[in-house]
Every structure is written in C-alpha cells, then in structure tokens.
C-alpha cells in the first residue's frame, strides 16, 4: 500500500522516538541494576577476591 | 525404534570458603552433616560399583586413575541426588532424569539444597565463621572443580564415534553455556593479554582424550563406569562444561549434548562438521573470543565457534523434524530446545547483548562493562573480579545471578519441591522414595542398587541395573501398599 510522505515521516518519527524510549529504559534498567550491585558487592573487594583460595578438584 | 533413552544428569562441585578453621574439607563436611541433620534421614553411599579408573578405551594408556575418598562425608537425598564431599568441594550430583528440562530442575534443587546446608550450617557458628558457597568453576588463581555432565549412551555406539562426533560441539557449544570469567589463570592465556573469557574452565583442558579428570584434563573423558547394565548401556561422562546460573543455559547445553548423542547412535558422524586440527587450542581459542569471529583451521577450511553451532544445529534440526528424537524428550520440548537453540545462535550472530537474561556469560559481562563504564576502573580490576565471583556466590543477600534479571523455566515452589521430591521419569523415583519413607532399614545405596536390613536374615540387594525400571508409573501403587522395607523387599522378591 502507497502512503503520504507525510503518514511516512510520522511512521518515521514514531519509530525513532520508540527506539529512543527503548534506551533510555535499557539504560536507566542498567543504572538501577548498578546500583544494586554497588549494594551487595563486597566493600573490601580486593580481599575478599585475593581470600578465594580453592584446592583443585575434577 | 527407540534408541537408548538418553537419562542424564548434572553434577556440581561447589566453591567453599570460610568453616571455622578456614578448612574447605572440614566445610564441606559440615555442609554435607547439616543437610543430612536437616532432613533426617542418613542414608550411607555404598562404594560396591564406584570404578572410576575403568576406561573406556579397549587399551588405555598410561594414566592415573582418580582416586575414591571413602571416609568423607557422602549421603543420599530424598530426590533421589547423592550429597558428598569431593576432593575439597561439597559435591550435589543430581539424580537422573529422563530429559534435559528435568535436568534443569534437578540442577536447581541442587542449588536449594546447597542454600539450605549452608544456612542450617551457619546458624550454629559465629558469623565471623560463616561458610560461603560458589556455583562456579575456579578460583581466579588457577585451581579448578568441575560440573559434570552424564548421559546415558547406547553401548553399541563405537567410542572413537562419540569422539569423533562430540569434540566440534564440545569446543564450541560455550556460545550459550559458557559461564564467562574475568581475567585468565593460565601463562598461556595470560599470554595473550586476556581480560574476559566465554569460557570458565576451558583454558585447563590439556587433552584431547584420556581418563584423568584432575589432572591433564581432557576435552572427552574416557571413565566408563555406566552405573548400569554394562552390556548395553555407557555413561558417557562429560567434563569440559562450565557451572551455568541461567536456567535457559543449562537447558541448551545438555539438551543440545542429547540430540547430537541421539543423531550420533541412529547416523553415525559422517554428516558431521570436521574436528579442529587441534581440538585444545580451538577450544581455548574460542574461549578468548569475544568477538565470535575467529576461526580456526580443520582439514575442511576455517570455522568458527558459530560456524560449527550452526552446522551442528541444521543436521539435528532436520533429524528432528524427520525422526522426532523421543529417546531425548517428547516432541514440544525437543521442539522448545530448537526454538531456543535457534534464537540463539541468531543473537549471537548479531546482537550477543540482547542474550543477557539466558546466556550466562553474556548476563556477565553486561554487568562488567556497565562497572567499568560507570568507575572507569581497569579491566581486571578487583572489583570486577568480585562481581564474577558474587555472580556464583550461593547466599542470597550477595548473589549477582540472582539480581541478572535471568529468564526462569521453573517456578520457586518448583524447584524447592524438587531438593526433596524425586524425579518420577526414573529408578531415582524408586532410590529417593525408599530414603524418604525407609531410611531407617536403608544401610546404604548407590546409583544401581539399594541394600537394605530387614531385621532377621541377611542384608537385601536391591539391584536397579535399568535406568527407566523403579519409575513412578512402575512403582507408584507398591509404595502405597507397603508399609515397611521388610514389605517393600517381600513385594520385590514375589
């Protein structure tokens, strides 16, 4: 189906602006996860990590 | 016909830090007692069928058998798993189920299991003392444990078959299971300046095929102990995967594993994609391959990761479609695993990041780059080795996979169920309800058989040499009509 130059640079518009809002929720969903790893994550993280010592297994 | 029903299972050694003397021995026996404390019941494991040297292999090379640890703590659960303390890891190894969906929950019960020791376990000590534990595969210093795989295998196949057949799967299938890692623990890798790898355990594998699993790992492990009848069945034994967090990896990795051993029994491997020229260095090279661009050589031309999972899933699409593989799972789910194993690849090929809420190292790695972006910090940076290991750290208040937004396949009542309840597709029904209702005249059990004391005479031999024999639909209705072990073995006898 033919449409308007107009109809398709409001298709176009809508398409960007859905993209846009797309990665701003990524992003702010990124943001509120950072920010609870910041709340969990060990305080001392280098010796928590230098403290993991396994002995060898399978 | 069907082929050999491919049963399998999943076993995890689990990461241990802390216990009061900081001994990882001492906590994972403490582990293993608090669990068994927990359900009340203590059921020994009987050693009678445990022949880990045997290879298989008609002329072994030299090579040295892994060795059975009989005195550390070792028990049976009421789902049919066996809880113990191996080398020094407190070991779940899940019961078998018929397929890989299953597996997937029973992976899961086994990390309830592990919650639940280790907070009845920290309850009685100070807090200074508390045990921690990691469902992962190594500890950033170059000491590895591992997360085994087992599948039932039609004894008819010829092992050079299922090398042959496995490796190009085995060293590429890290795509979707990979458990990703920071950093290397290697000289070689370190060689190469890598930061991140796709792969948790990769860069330990030494060997192409051979029988050690601690040292001079191989990429195919030769033990053949089948914990079954020998005469027609192998366990094939698969040792070169990666602990997984994410539901929908664990699900792909043993469900792809099961169609290509299902293909491998009705068509042999000639359809097969070539093995790498040199199946190590392919499989610690893709490891390093953030990009999932690089190939390696085979003597059909360059193929990369990619390359060999899309062959690999084509060939075993169509033989779905044409034969429907029931011997792996009833046709929806072997469908969903397609479906799954499709999006996939298709991801991968151009958007890996949309894959963080399945893929593990994916679901890693968004959560490394974002740190790094946010702190400007240095790649290998102790805070983002934290985060990798508190992407497998067990307690809930600390754990990273649980805050990764993972897509489930089970819901948490179902997999708390699954800790105590057995499967019900095979003999761990008959294994878990006898430890559930008779733990009491259960002197010991083991994957094939259960001996029991029924007072007067001598110990009872139960023996359960076939997988799909001591299901619920077997043996549902004879549990419901005894009431005692002495019962239940009078009824097996008549």
């Given amino acids: 189906m033919q449409r308007s130059d107009s109809e398709r640079t409001d298709a176009h518009t809508a398409e960007t602006s859905a993209d846009a809002t797309a990665a701003n929720d990524l992003a702010s969903e990124l943001d509120s996860l950072l920010d609870e790893i910041d709340s969990v994550l060990e305080e001392n993280a280098e010796e928590f990590v230098r403290n993991y010592v396994q002995k060898g297994g399978q | ?494």
Wanted: aromatic fraction near 8%.
């Fill in chain 2, 1 to 494: 016909m069907m082929a050999v029903a491919k049963v399998l299972g999943i076993e995890t050694e689990y990461g241990v830090a802390g216990g009061p003397d900081g001994d990882p021995i001492t906590a994972s026996t403490l582990i293993v007692n608090a669990y068994a404390q927990h359900e009340r019941r203590r059921v020994a494991w009987d050693f009678i069928d445990e022949t880990p040297g045997r290879d298989a292999r008609a002329t072994a090379s030299e090579s040295f058998p892994p060795a059975i640890e009989i005195h550390l703590a070792n028990t049976v659960l009421t789902n049919g798993a066996r809880l113990y303390v191996d080398h020094a890891h407190p070991e779940y190894s899940s019961p078998e189920v018929r397929t890989p969906l299953e597996a997937v929950l029973f992976d899961q019960a086994g990390e309830v299991v592990m919650r639940q020791a280790m907070e009845t376990c920290n309850a009685t000590f100070d807090p200074a003392h508390a045990i921690r534990l990691y469902k992962n595969n190594s500890d950033g210093k170059g000491n590895a444990y591992g997360t085994h795989e087992n599948y039932l295998v039609d004894r008819a196949v010829p092992f050079d078959d299922l090398v042959r057949g496995l490796l190009p799967h085995f060293v590429s299938r890290m795509v979707y299971c990979g458990a990703g890692k920071v950093g290397s623990e290697t000289d070689e890798s370190r060689g190469y300046g890598v930061t991140f790898q796709l792969s948790s355990r990769a860069e330990f594998f030494e060997e192409v095929v051979g029988l050690e699993t601690t040292l001079k790992r191989p990429i195919i492990n030769t033990r053949d102990e089948p914990h079954s009848d020998a005469e027609k069945y192998r366990r094939l034994h698969v040792i070169n995967g990666d602990a997984t967090l994410s539901p929908v990896a664990t699900w792909l990795k043993v469900g792809t594993t099961s169609l290509l051993l299902s293909y491998i029994e009705r068509h042999g491997v000639a359809a097969l994609p070539p093995v790498p020229a040199r199946p190590v260095r392919a499989f610690r090279t893709f490891a390093r391959d953030e990009s999932l661009r690089v190939t390696v050589p085979t003597s059909a031309g360059e193929w990369s990761a990619l390359d060999y999972q899309e062959s690999i899933y084509e060939l075993l699409e169509g033989y779905v479609e044409r034969e429907g593989a029931d011997d792996v799972a009833p046709l929806d789910e072997v469908r969903a695993l397609l479906g799954e194993w499709r999006r996939s690849l298709d991801a991968l090929a151009v958007s890996p990041d949309t894959l963080a809420d399945t893929v593990d190292w994916i679901a890693k790695r968004r959560m490394i780059r974002a740190y790094q972006d946010r702190y400007q910090c240095d790649p290998l940076d102790a805070r983002l080795r934290a985060i990798d290991l508190q992407y497998a750290d067990l307690r809930p208040e600390r754990s990273l996979a649980g805050r990764a937004r993972l897509r489930q396949l089970f819901s948490p009542t179902e997999i708390v169920t699954a800790a105590t309840a057995p499967p019900r597709s095979t003999r761990a029904y008959f294994r878990g309800m006898c430890v559930e209702r008779f733990s009491e005249s259960l002197v010991s059990a083991n994957w094939d058989s259960l001996v029991f004391d029924v007072g007067d005479g001598p110990l009872q031999r139960v023996a359960m040499m076939e997988p799909l024999r001591g299901t619920a639909a077997l043996t549902e209705s004879l549990f419901r009509s005894v009431s005692t072990a002495s019962e239940l073995v009078v009824a097996l006898n008549g």
